[in-house]
């Protein structure tokens, strides 16, 4: 896939994400507690991934854009009537961020591992 294709993709995830979070949302309990912080994680680990495409696999621009983009997303809700910022939902979007930044850094070794040692190949 071309680079302006990924560029294209990011952008259109990111107008997403901003949509959603311009939503106001009732604040209940949930069944499981805390189970935002692991969409957050999700959401934000596609968009490293997004990210790293689009800037051409340049891993720390990347990463630079995605806590810019987690920043400036909860500095948005704060804005959001029945919304708030929260660090742990920041922090949650940077660990989602860097796990998928390890998984890319170390994709050759995790996927050596894999084959070898439980594949068997």
């Known amino acids: ?23 106001p949302i009732s604040v209940g309990d949930s069944a499981i507690p805390h189970i935002d912080k692991l969409f957050h994680l999700m959401e934000f680990g596609l968009f490293m991934f997004l990210s790293w495409q689009a800037t051409g696999q340049r891993l ?12 400036s997303d909860e500095w948005h809700q704060s ?16 660990v989602g ?7 890319l850094r170390y994709k050759a070794v995790l996927w050596r591992f894999l084959r070898v040692r439980i594949l068997g190949h």
């Open 97 to 103: 961020a860097s796990a998928m930044a390890a998984l």
């Open 60 to 71: 720390w621009l990347a990463m630079i854009v995605t806590l810019a983009f987690a920043g």
């Open 1 to 23: 896939m071309k680079q302006w294709s990924w560029i294209a993709l990011l952008l259109i995830y990111a107008v997403g994400i901003a949509y959603a979070s311009h939503q």
């Open 79 to 94: 804005l959001v009537p029945a919304r708030d910022a929260s660090l742990l939902d920041f922090l949650a979007d940077a």
